[in-house]
């Protein structure tokens, strides 16, 4: 059974451009939860999504940045017209659909903006 | 709302010393108490968990215990080694998933 796949690992992007991150959770889980980690700092709840619906966006920034877990494939955080300031490491998490279970992490993608 | 505090960082330990890292939640209902650890350039693992009170999870020389009366899961280990050093982050569930701002522990030879 795979883990959290997340691609791509390392993602660089010109200031405008936009961002595609891709994340496929775990076989069976249908819950989706997507952080970002500034260097030397924790961790920044971003979105909680289910298939087909956000649940909590409330970490997420109103502008430029959203997230979807269609039907069918992976989860996808999209950032629109990156600035310098969203370089950061991305990290989807998914856990089943009981609550208190653990969730499993991907290892990340780091997007550099230059 | 539902949120974790845990100990400002960072700690660095000789080998064979004594951690305590201290973690208190905030939390509504029943949730379970996890503490993941996160290794230089990779995502987080899972170290240990408790899903009800006085329960313990351990692994790897790891312990925690639920305490409901004093809301906290503080991680513990007896003897540390080289191979500790890891940021280490406590959640609780809620809503979703709540995470401490992290501990980063530098154990020195």
Not at chain 1, 2 to 29: D, F, I, T, Y
Not at chain 1, 41 to 52: A, D, N, P, R
Not at chain 2, 76 to 94: H, L, M, R
């Amino acid at each position: 059974n795979a883990g959290v796949m997340q691609n791509p690992r390392h993602l660089v992007r010109r200031r405008g451009q936009e961002a595609r991150l891709r994340c496929s959770p775990m076989k069976g889980h249908s819950h989706v939860y997507w952080y970002r980690q500034l260097p030397e700092e924790g961790l920044k709840f971003m979105v909680y999504l289910q298939k087909e619906n956000i649940i909590d966006e409330s970490g997420m920034p109103k502008e430029r940045f959203s997230a979807e877990f269609p039907k069918e494939g992976p989860s996808i955080l999209r950032i629109q017209q990156v600035v310098r300031g969203d370089s950061a490491a991305y990290f989807c998490a998914s856990s089943p659909s009981d609550m208190n279970t653990e969730a499993f992490f991907g290892q990340g993608t780091r997007l550099t903006v230059v | 709302g539902d949120s974790v505090t845990q100990m400002e960082g960072p700690v660095t330990l000789s080998e064979e010393a004594f951690l305590t890292i201290n973690c208190t939640y905030t939390a509504t209902g029943y949730p379970s108490l996890f503490w993941y650890v996160q290794y230089p350039g990779e995502g987080l693992q899972l170290l240990l968990k408790a899903t009800k009170a006085d329960d313990k999870g351990s692994n790897k020389g790891f312990e925690a215990t639920y305490r409901k009366e004093t809301t906290s899961f503080h991680l513990e280990k007896g003897s540390v080694q080289v191979s500790d050093s890891a940021v280490y982050f406590c959640a609780t569930t809620g809503n979703q998933f709540y995470f401490g701002t992290g501990t980063s522990l530098t154990v020195i030879p």
